[in-house]
């Protein structure tokens, strides 16, 4: 058994442990509750105008998206990987890393580079794949014109040929205790076949063709703002969460070297007893 000394230094060093991670629970709290008004009231705007979008491309020839619609033969991809600058939120950033390795040998035999998107994706994925670049930048101001610099960035290598295939993977908000994987095409764009994709008579002003090519790279903008805006919150989620639990472990573990820390502190006691009482009775005998 460890001797009275070591026992309280690991009580402080726990209890220091245990503030650090109940600080940063409060800090993320405080933090999520605004980036999940955020994303929530984000989210209907941002479906509506993809579900536009896809309402009115689905009525029009194949070659009517233009460039943003082009299918081509799949030879180079790129992933999207979007992660978090920061540590200390459990399988957050692994979860998205292990989609994205998933992702990428699904089209093996094909060329296949990353777009990293935090710190924590891009670290670990140059370690195995060829990331082109690293936009950790955009969570140190988290606004739409950031955001929407990325999506044209991304735009114009699909635009130019660079990249015949561009999905996005992302931790999706779902709750503080939990978060979705998500893996959504950004480019080509392919509209949705419904058969209601013609019933209605409307009257476009200015024409379909128009609507559709002022729609897409704004749909591209917000689709892209909205998964950065989902792993933000994510994130903050998984590391309220992740600090919990670390909290209640610092917790039970601090009871413990307490107790252990009491057992050999009356141990000790005890001992000391026992030696006072048998000298004094080797003195009286």
């Given at each position: ?219 591209l903008k917000t689709q892209l703002y909205k998964s950065v805006r989902d792993s933000f919150a994510a994130e903050h989620g998984a590391r309220m969460t992740a600090m919990h639990k670390a909290t209640d472990n610092a917790t039970d573990l601090r009871n413990q070297l307490k107790l252990t820390y009491n057992k050999a502190r ?20």
């Open positions: 058994m460890a001797n009275l000394k070591e026992i309280r230094n690991r009580i402080t060093s726990v209890q220091s442990t245990m503030q650090i991670t109940s600080a940063m629970k409060m800090v993320s709290a405080a933090k999520l509750k605004k980036a999940q008004d955020a994303i929530t009231a984000m989210r209907p705007y941002a479906e509506k105008l993809t579900e536009l979008l896809q309402s009115v491309s689905a009525t029009l020839d194949g070659d009517a998206g233009g460039q943003y619609t082009s299918q081509r033969e799949v030879n180079k991809v790129l992933i999207v990987a979007v992660t978090s600058n920061r540590g200390l939120c459990g399988a957050f950033n692994t979860n998205v890393i292990k989609q994205v390795k998933v992702v990428a040998d699904a089209y093996a035999g094909k060329q296949v580079d990353v777009f990293a998107i935090g710190k924590k994706g891009n670290d670990v994925l140059r370690k195995t794949h060829n990331v082109i670049a690293n936009r950790s930048d955009v969570f140190d101001s988290l606004t739409f014109e950031n955001v929407a610099e990325v999506a044209n960035l991304l735009t114009d290598k699909f635009v130019a040929g660079e990249y015949d295939k561009i999905e996005i993977v992302y931790n999706q908000f779902k709750n503080a205790a939990t978060q979705l994987v998500m893996t959504e095409q950004f480019l080509p764009l392919a509209p949705i076949q419904s058969e209601n994709a013609s019933a209605g008579d409307y009257i476009f002003e200015p024409s379909k063709e128009e609507i559709v090519l002022t729609l897409i790279p704004k749909s009356q141990a000790a006691i005890t001992g000391e007893i026992l030696e006072i009482v048998g000298g004094a009775e080797a003195l009286n005998g």
